[in-house]
């Protein structure tokens, strides 16, 4: 799948998850993804977003067989927080261990990832940007979209990017940084140019109209948004043996139709047809 869809034009694969440092010869796996060309002949830019909890052993296995850079899920930066949110005694520690060995092996930027959920972890918005500036790492802020299976989601959870932006300025202001088209992030670094805070807001501040992304789910379907209500079973076609032509002509035709937005909030909305614990965080 990979290689097709590379000769198709993609330059960008993510592995995520679940928790994809899990599984058996994920080393081998970067390795064999860092041998693809994207149509122009250069090398793929692969990316991992995981919790971490594995990283500080895996950072450089990973450099070495090709992986480019690093995203960590976290949602507090608190170490007694971050043990009652993940259940794990001295979790934060393994992960921060992790972070720290992937910027020594050079997987640049290693991103930190952070949900925000009203009543929850808002709190964590100036001890993160602190984080980002300590670490040299770049904080991305997540808007909480309805995604999971207990759908506790209501508008009244979101924490919004103008209130992210509003409640850093407590600490420091954020300049906004120029970013690309296709970036689901808008970018800001601190008045005074150090560190870097990324906001994601899908819910305040969709970006549906410039997303060029697609997921590829671990049941080999594509899903061209999370919130898709609907699969497309690329591997399907595989198991049937149909020819690299027949798989690129479905893959187009997919893309082709990609919804022209979400619906989050409206009247219409409906949730996803899977949670993103099986399309992939």
């Not at 450089?60 to 949602?75: E, Y």
Request: proline content about 5%; some cysteine.
């Amino acid at each position: 799948m990979a290689r097709i869809l590379a000769a198709l034009g993609i330059k960008k694969i993510r592995l995520t998850g679940g928790e994809p440092l899990l599984r058996g010869g994920v080393i081998d796996f970067v390795r064999e993804l860092a041998k693809l060309r994207s149509i122009d002949g250069e090398e793929l830019d692969l990316a991992m977003t995981t919790n971490g909890h594995l990283l500080a052993e895996m950072a450089q296995p990973l450099k070495d067989a090709g992986l480019n850079r690093i995203t960590v899920s976290m949602d507090a930066v608190d170490p007694d927080r971050f043990a009652r949110i993940t259940r794990v005694p001295n979790g934060y520690d393994h992960v921060l261990a992790g972070i720290r060995a992937s910027r020594r092996a050079g997987l640049w930027p290693v991103k930190v990832n952070c949900v925000l959920m009203r009543g929850f972890n808002e709190d964590q918005i100036i001890p993160f940007g602190m984080f980002a500036r300590e670490e040299g790492v770049i904080v991305r802020f997540i808007e909480f979209m309805p995604l999971e299976e207990d759908r506790t989601w209501s508008p009244a959870t979101v924490v919004t990017l103008d209130e992210i932006i509003e409640r850093m300025a407590e600490y420091r202001p954020l300049v906004e940084i120029p970013h690309a088209r296709s970036e689901t992030a808008r970018r800001y670094h601190f008045d005074d140019g150090v560190g870097e805070i990324g906001i994601i807001a899908p819910v305040s501040h969709p970006f549906c109209g410039h997303c060029s992304r697609i997921r590829i789910t671990s049941d080999g379907k594509i899903r061209t948004c999370l919130f898709s209500v609907w699969d497309h079973d690329l591997h399907e076609l595989m198991r049937r043996s149909a020819s690299d032509e027949e798989l690129v002509e479905f893959i187009r035709g997919v893309v082709q139709r990609k919804e022209e937005r979400h619906h989050i909030g409206e009247a219409d909305f409906v949730p996803a047809s899977r949670t993103m614990v099986h399309i992939g965080g």
